[in-house]
């Protein structure tokens, strides 16, 4: 009848905006209530599940939350990083590069053209202090008066162990691992570093950063 179906329809949205609420745990509190309901009700009418697994619903939310919100684009920038976290809880496993690879490496035992990275992996960029206000959200505290950064930061995100993890990228290592994630060669990533960075020495640090990516588990087995 037609009323089971208006009542199974409104129940499969209800599960939606639940889904919306598991994933953007961050955006909800940050929001508050009543505003996130009134905002994931709206996204889950103009947004039908496409996935057979419902866990996945919710990937237009952060880029809808900047069109409704364009003067408070850090709820977008909040939600994008509650959902690159909750994908990269969920997602691939694979085998890692160890220091023995690294090692074999510098004596010419594994030759390898270029690096790769964890499927879990993923940067985003931020304009705003989002990873202050998810970090006091994320201790129950206060979040911070928002602020626009005088420079944006890229946000490295990914899985290490069993737990998603991120940290904020300094300008040399964002270019190098934006060459990792081109599958550029490793002669291209130094001739790229050398050539932005003058000021450094490119090939000590990119020696450097291989180390750190190897021990933080970012680069998946040759």
Known sequence: SRDRLAIYHNAYRLRLIDVLLDTFEH?????????????????????????????????????????????????????????????????????????????????????????????????????FNTLDIWNAINQDEPPPAVERLPQPVDLLIWRKGHSPHFQSLSAIEACAIACVCSGDTLDTIGATLAENFPEIDAATEFGLLLRRWVNDQLLATP
């Open 27 to 127: 955006t909800a509190v940050y929001l508050g209530d009543d505003w996130f309901q009134q905002l994931a009700s709206a996204f889950v009418q103009s947004h039908t599940s496409t996935h057979s697994n419902i866990g996945l619903y919710g990937q237009e939310f952060p880029r809808f939350l900047g069109e409704q919100l364009p003067d408070d684009l850090e709820v977008a920038e909040l939600a994008l990083m509650d959902w690159t976290l909750r994908r990269a809880f969920d997602g691939a496993d694979s085998t890692v590069m160890t220091l023995d690879h690294l090692q074999q490496l510098a004596t010419g035992e594994l030759v390898i053209d270029s690096l790769q990275p964890v499927p879990t992996l993923s940067v985003t960029r931020q304009q």
